[in-house]
């Protein structure tokens, strides 16, 4: 059992690529939705070029497809076909296929995951099978119901194991408002890797285009820009996130 300790920022906001690991750490990610992964892909990258094991944990969803990209499509569908376009970024990303499961998750009318006992069940079954050290997910205080409830039942269930989870709560478009624990930017070559990976999207992309005359890429990209423009520093991205360090309930 690892303290988790050495996480805690001594100055805020810490760059997350300065933190000196005691070993390599296991990492889960838990999506309310496919592409919420995408979101935070540049850290999760850093994390594993560094050897720390990374899984993923995708809740199946039909929602965000439009009538005009869904015409003719059962709820069912539009499910399968988001996770074949997270299937395709999760590959394009590097992670092996055994280290990312999708999850068939009660799902409220919203066709969004909803916070219920047989889900939180569900989810403390994968978060034992995984025993992850850091557990990263949508930050709680946001606009999305999904990102509340999954980040909601998350806690609720880091609390209950017996040893150490970091919680670590990104920024997301529809983030209202969060500390900036830690951060880590990115130059160019690293949003251009970004954009192709959210791209793999393409329902979510081309519904942006439509709606907001900028594609999925740019939206998150200019969450990045904002970011790294906030924190001060010399790169022009940067993901923020807020960290929760849980002790053990032994």
Not at 86 to 103: I, M
Not at 157 to 177: G, Q, R, Y
Request: net charge negative; aromatic share 8%; glycine share 6%.
């Amino acid at each position: 059992m690892t303290n988790l300790d050495f996480l805690l920022p001594k100055n805020l906001p810490t760059d997350l690529r300065t933190i000196v690991w005691p070993r390599h750490m296991t990492v889960l990610v838990t999506a309310p939705h496919p592409d919420d992964f995408d979101a935070i892909g540049v850290t999760l990258k850093f994390l594993m070029d560094q050897g720390h094991d990374i899984h993923a944990a995708v809740a199946e969803t039909g929602s965000g497809i439009d009538k005009v990209y869904g015409a003719g499509m059962t709820q069912e569908d539009k499910r399968q076909l988001r996770v074949r376009e997270q299937t395709g970024s999760l590959r394009f990303f590097g992670l092996p296929d055994e280290n990312f499961r999708f999850l068939k998750l009660n799902n409220a009318p919203d066709d969004q995951v909803a916070d219920d006992e047989a889900n939180r069940l569900f989810l403390e079954k994968r978060v034992r099978d995984v025993h992850p050290d850091l557990l990263f997910m949508p930050h709680g205080n946001d606009s999305n119901r999904a990102h509340r409830d999954m980040a909601n039942m998350m806690k609720a269930i880091a609390s209950k194991m017996e040893w150490p989870i970091a919680l670590m709560f990104n920024s997301d478009v529809k983030t209202v408002d969060m500390r900036k624990d830690f951060y880590v930017g990115f130059d160019e070559a690293g949003a251009q890797w970004k954009a192709q990976l959210l791209r793999y999207h393409d329902s979510q992309h081309q519904r942006n285009l439509r709606d907001r005359k900028h594609g999925f890429d740019d939206r998150v990209l200019m969450l990045n820009r904002r970011t790294a423009t906030e924190l001060g520093i010399a790169e022009p991205y940067a993901a923020s996130f807020e960290i929760e360090i849980l002790q053990a309930d032994c």
